[in-house]
Antibody, heavy 122, light 107 residues
Framework: QVQLQESGPGLVKPSQTLSLTCTVS??????????WSWIRQPAGKGLEWIGRIYTSGSTNYNPSLKSRVTISVDTSKNQLSLKLSSVTAADTAVYYC??????????????WGQGALVTVSS | EIVLTQSPGFQSVTPKEKVTITCRAS??????LHWYQQKPDQSPKLLIK???QSFSGVPSRFSGSGSGTDFTLTINSLEAEDAATYYCHQSSSLPWTFGQGTKVEIK
């Protein structure tokens, strides 16, 4: 069974860079045809897709965050990473990593990490 | 980007009742619509993919229907454990987007 686990600092100062890592266990990270996504959720609010990466390194980003986001992958460690620069309080949220699988031409999130709360505050 | 509008935003329901949640897309998305359940302090879990295909292990009381711009998630005979917020998600066109969520409370 695939498991995803987010990790990283829970507190980031305004204007700094938020960095998170997602470790994937249970196989399939580089052997399957999957995208790996980051999604965030401010407290009490809905879900916002940040971006995704294929194990080949190909990426797609949400235009609303594209200028500040970098997603990378380290297949040797079964990890994907998120960097979000110039953060403000509006970036305070629970950040999830999730796996995307494909069904009849449409991608969907079939496995999610437990989430990592990141607070932006001085 | 494609906007997904869910209704209602909140529903208070008695156990064994039927629940219907709708999701309307701002443009046609075929069947690229998926449903997730999120319980308090948990990550979302996939219920339905491709508008109507149940994900592995999901109870049969959950079903989905629709195509184009209008979609429905139905919970037949609601159980107490179904108290959660439900989200629709489209993967027809990047960026992926989610509905604003429907919170289902058990009376």
């Amino acid at each position: 069974q695939v498991q995803l686990q987010e990790s990283g600092p829970g507190l980031v100062k305004p204007s700094q860079t938020l960095s998170l890592t997602c470790t994937v266990s249970g196989g399939s990270f580089s052997s399957g045809s999957y995208f790996w996504s980051w999604i965030r959720q401010p407290a009490g609010k809905g879900l916002e897709w940040i971006g995704r990466i294929y194990t080949s390194g190909s990426t797609n980003y949400n235009p609303s965050l594209k200028s500040r986001v970098t997603i990378s992958v380290d297949t040797s460690k079964n990890q994907l990473s998120l960097k979000l620069s110039s953060v403000t309080a509006a970036d305070t949220a629970v950040y999830y990593c999730a796996r995307e699988d494909l069904w009849w031409g449409f991608w969907y999130f079939d496995h999610w990490g437990q989430g990592a709360l990141v607070t932006v505050s001085s | 980007e494609i906007v997904l509008t869910q209704s209602p935003g909140f529903q208070s329901v008695t156990p064994k009742e039927k629940v219907t949640i709708t999701c309307r897309a701002s443009q046609t998305i075929g069947t690229g619509l998926h449903w997730y359940q999120q319980k308090p302090d948990q990550s979302p879990k996939l219920l339905i993919k491709y508008a109507s295909q149940s994900f592995s292990g999901v109870p049969s009381r959950f079903s989905g229907s629709g195509s184009g711009t209008d979609f429905t998630l139905t919970i037949n005979s609601l159980e107490a454990e179904d108290a959660a917020t439900y989200y629709c998600h489209q993967s027809s066109s990047l960026p992926w987007t989610f509905g604003q969520g429907t919170k289902v409370e058990i009376k």
